[in-house]
Every structure is written in structure tokens, then in C-alpha cells.
């Protein structure tokens, strides 16, 4: 996983519910990538400090509350009932002029919403048709547990108002300003929200609804998520239920995907402490990654499954789960952990049904269950 590049998108970040005791932000990197990528991700959507609602963007207005040319992709046409975890929904196109030159980091795509980030600051969640519920000026979306206090009307998207809240300062122990946030419905039956906090010198509507306006949805032409490994020989009816991305050169490709027999028993990525969804955890081969797993009421070994070196996480106070983590096994780190009653524990999941594809990102899979 791109550890930077995840950070440096979701420092401004927090508000999640808070881990166990004893157990930070960053504690949470110690104890799994993909915990800590997925807690990060969705703390997009909440309103203290810069953890404000991570948006989607469909609009397309002006500051004065004129209305610029819509797409096609808005208001009328219905939108997806679900999105497909293996395929982006939705790109950024404008962003400011002066935003860093790094690519933009990760993402996180589930069956009900999306959520996609830029170093610019801005914060993208989009929601499948039915995830909200607007009562009053308040939408809910109960996929990601986020509410948005809807601000005042201050142009159309397809007709449809769209709702502009400025930027605050935070309340709460934490310093800085909340983004403004631009919500709207980017379709029929869908909502999305965008977060943006500009730079002093520009200005966060205008901003905001420029880069609204250059937001591509659809699938046509986006290409796959690669899997840097792949699972074989599973229950037939086992499917990617979320996926948080990252890249790899070029290569989009799924850092933490989270894997289902049916409905997750937990949150709606799987979250923390899942009770019957495999989480994995995979990317180029890193040196001693491992080794910030072992901390305080953690108990592990080490041990060689075909022929490599993993660490097994045998029990763990804070979550009912059991883990396995490889530096480098063929060249890919894995790291699995499993709810505390899995059909198929992580050592048994390593040894018998997952395919390591190596370190180089072509040669990864857009099909994460052979």
C-alpha cells in the first residue's frame, strides 16, 4: 500500500467512532493497512475537523446561482441501484490549477457509496439510489452512518437544488476548519456530497462548483481494479463487497478488499470486527510491515506456509479476529484477518486458496475470485 499517499489524504481527517481503548488513529496502522485505510476512507463523511463528508459531484452551477450546461448522466436518469466494487463509478476532472502535482490517493467503492479523495482537498461521496433519506434540511445515508445538515440553495444541478454549507471552524479537540460542502442529487435516487476547503487566497464555491462541474460518472471507459492476489477454490458464493484502492505506478489497484457470503455482519464495509467477511490486505512486497503488528495483548507466531515466512496473529483483545501477515511472499505483501468463527481461517486461506501474483502491477488481476 501507498502509506504516504493514503496519509497525506486522510490526515485532515477524524471523527470516526473511536477504536478501543488504548488504540489511536495510529495505533490502528500498527494493527492492520486495512483498518486503518477503511477508517480513514469513510471518516471522510464526518463532520468534525477536516473529517467532513467525503462527496460525490454531478452538478453544474455558478456561484451567483446561475446554471451552467448539465451532462446527461444527472437528475433524470435513474442511478445504480448498486455499484460494482471492482470498477470506479465516478472521476474528478477540473481541479484547481495550484493543487500538488501527486497523483490523486485512494478510494473506497462498496455496493451503496463510493467515496474518492484528491490531494487537492477534495473529498468525493456518491451514494447508490436509495442510500439517503432527506427529512427536513437533513440528509441521512445510513450505508456509512453519515448526516449532512443540507446549507442554502445556491444553484440547480439538473434541476435540482443543489445546497452549499460554508466552511467552519472545527469544534472539538481538534484545530483547523471543516470544508464547505456541495450536496445534491446526482441522479434520480442518488445523492452527492462534496467537500472542499480552498486555499485562503481562492474561493471555495466557485471552486467547488467548478470542480462539481467536471465530474465524470459511469462505467464507460474506466478501467478495472487490479488484485495483486487472487482467491481460488472458494464457496461459489463469495463476492467483493468493498475495495479501497490505491496505486501502483499507474495501476489502480485494490490495497484492501473485503470479501462476503452474503450480507456483512458489522458495518457496511465490514469494518473493525467482521463476524463472517475475510478482509485482505495486499500490494508490493515492504520490508518489516509485519513486525508493527505485535503489540500489547497481541499474541503471534511465525511460521512457513509454502515456503514463506508469515506472522499468525493467534489472539487479539480488541477484535474478535484472527490475522496473517507476509512481507514479502513472491514479491506481494498480504496481510488477512478473519471474524472470530470464519468458515476458513487466514492460514488455511493462505496455504490452499490464494494465488500470489508478484510485484508487477501488468501482470495483476481484475478478477479477485478465480
Not at 474528478?92 to 463510493?114: H, N, R, T
Not at 490505491?246 to 484492501?256: D, E, N, P, R, T
Not at 463476524?275 to 513486525?291: E, I, M, R, T
Not at 480488541?318 to 490475522?323: D, G, I, M, R, T
Request: glycine share 10%; net charge positive.
Amino acid at each position: 500500500m501507498l502509506e504516504e499517499d493514503i496519509k497525506s489524504l486522510y490526515d485532515r481527517m477524524a471523527g470516526m467512532e473511536q477504536p478501543p481503548s488504548g488504540i489511536s488513529i495510529t495505533g490502528a496502522g500498527r494493527t492492520g493497512r486495512v483498518r486503518l485505510t477503511r477508517r480513514r476512507a469513510a471518516a471522510v463523511a464526518t463532520p468534525v475537523l477536516a473529517a467532513v463528508a467525503v462527496i460525490a459531484i454531478a452538478l453544474a452551477t455558478s456561484v451567483q446561482g446561475g446554471l451552467h450546461e448539465t451532462r446527461p448522466a444527472g437528475g433524470t436518469q435513474p442511478a445504480p441501484q448498486y455499484f460494482n466494487p471492482l470498477r470506479p463509478y465516478a472521476r474528478f476532472g477540473w481541479l484547481p490549477p495550484d493543487s500538488p502535482s501527486s497523483p490523486a490517493g485512494g478510494e473506497v467503492i462498496s455496493q451503496k457509496w463510493m467515496s474518492l479523495g484528491d490531494t487537492s482537498g477534495a473529498f468525493l461521496a456518491l451514494y447508490a439510489a436509495g442510500a439517503c433519506h432527506l427529512s427536513g434540511h437533513t440528509l441521512t445515508c445510513p450505508p456509512s452512518g453519515n448526516r449532512y445538515p443540507l446549507g442554502r440553495s445556491v444553484a440547480l444541478a439538473d434541476g435540482q437544488p443543489a445546497y452549499w454549507r460554508a466552511p467552519a471552524k472545527a469544534r472539538g479537540p481538534f484545530p483547523g476548519s471543516s470544508p464547505g460542502q456541495l450536496a445534491w442529487r446526482y441522479a434520480a435516487g442518488g445523492w452527492a456530497v462534496l467537500d472542499y476547503l480552498a486555499p485562503s487566497h481562492r474561493s471555495a464555491i466557485d471552486d467547488a462548483v467548478n470542480i462539481a462541474d467536471h465530474i465524470r460518472f459511469g462505467y464507460q471507459g474506466e478501467p478495472a481494479i487490479r488484485f495483486p492476489v487472487q482467491l481460488t477454490h472458494v464457496p461459489a458464493n463469495w463476492q467483493v463487497n468493498c475495495v479501497a484502492t490505491s496505486l501502483a505506478g499507474h495501476v489502480m489497484y485494490a490495497q484492501s478488499d473485503v470479501v462476503t457470503a452474503g450480507p456483512v455482519t458489522g458495518s457496511s464495509c465490514g469494518d473493525n470486527a467482521p463476524v463472517n467477511a475475510p478482509h485482505f490486505d495486499a500490494g508490493p512486497g515492504q520490508k518489516n510491515q509485519c513486525a508493527g503488528f505485535i503489540y500489547a495483548g497481541v499474541q503471534s507466531k511465525t511460521e512457513a506456509i509454502n515456503d514463506h515466512q508469515v506472522l499468525l496473529i493467534t489472539n487479539n483483545k480488541y477484535w474478535p479476529n484472527h490475522q496473517l501477515c507476509a512481507d514479502n511472499a513472491a514479491g506481494t505483501f498480504v496481510w488477512i484477518a478473519t471474524g472470530a468463527h470464519p468458515a476458513l481461517n487466514p492460514a488455511t486461506i493462505f496455504a490452499h486458496h490464494l494465488r500470489l501474483l508478484g510485484s508487477n502491477p501488468a501482470k495483476w488481476t481484475t478478477k479477485p475470485i478465480g
